[in-house]
């Protein structure tokens, strides 16, 4: 099957410019996730969805991060303006179902690594 | 809140010795532990769950309640096995589905 798919792979933007990233999940998985990994930290969840609506968005600076998932497939996540603090790789993950018995765990994809300087 | 704690950022090996990668979590409920792997260029993929008891690339975990603690060994490292090596937990209740990652500890096995 064809992984989780995420573009673009690197981005360098300057502080308090915008940007977005795009995530395709794997066909027929209801949840998909945005994790932020800064460099020596392990992945943090910023947003979940199931299907087209949002689970968990605790984590997410909506000051300045957006995300959406239209149609409940693809997904895409913004920042704007961006910070320094931003530069970070931002992964993506889909499950099949939001179950608490996780059989699968995830499918990430390869991430986006942006730089903001 | 859940946490995971990973004490050990880097951890050396020679080929052939046993390996350990320590884990701690903090949880109040009954929750699900992973060990996440990710090789040098390459994705973030799952290497063992706590529930399946199984063995994986020679790795075991065993979850010990008691303790708090998810630690991943293998009795004989290969090189191979260099990696960054990530401690998870999933929550219950509302928060099911969401992952909370340790930092990671960095698996250098020499020849």
């Known amino acids: 099957e064809a992984g989780v798919a995420q573009s673009p792979r690197y981005k360098i933007i300057e502080k308090r410019q915008s940007v977005a990233f795009w995530c395709n999940p794997i066909?027929?998985?209801?949840?998909l996730y945005w994790y932020q990994q800064i460099l020596g930290q392990g992945p943090k969840l910023l947003i979940q969805f199931q299907n087209n609506g949002v689970v968990d968005d605790s984590q997410l600076p909506k000051d300045r991060f957006s995300a959406e998932r239209l149609k409940g497939v693809d997904s895409t996540l913004k920042i704007q303006p961006a910070k320094l603090e931003d530069s970070a790789v931002y992964l993506c993950?889909?499950?099949?179902?939001?179950?608490?018995?996780?059989?699968?765990?995830?499918?990430f994809g390869s991430g986006t690594r942006l730089t903001v300087v | 809140a859940q946490r995971v704690t990973q004490p050990e950022k880097l951890l050396s090996v020679f080929k052939g010795a046993p390996v350990e990668l320590k884990c701690n979590y903090s949880y109040s409920g009954s929750p699900e532990l992973f060990w996440y792997v990710q090789y040098s260029r390459q994705r973030l993929q799952l290497l063992l769950r706590h529930i399946s008891r199984e063995s994986i690339k020679g790795f075991t975990a065993d979850l010990n309640k008691g303790e708090t603690s998810f630690h991943l060994k293998k009795p004989f490292a290969q090189e191979e096995d260099s990696a960054m090596y990530y401690c998870?937990?999933?929550?219950?209740?509302?928060?099911?589905?969401?992952?909370?990652f340790g930092q990671g500890t960095i698996l250098t096995v020499h020849p």
């Open positions: 066909s027929g998985h209801a949840t």
């Open positions: 998870a937990l999933q929550a219950g209740g509302t928060s099911y589905g969401k992952l909370t």
């Open positions: 993950a889909s499950s099949p179902e939001r179950t608490r018995v996780n059989n699968y765990g995830y499918t």
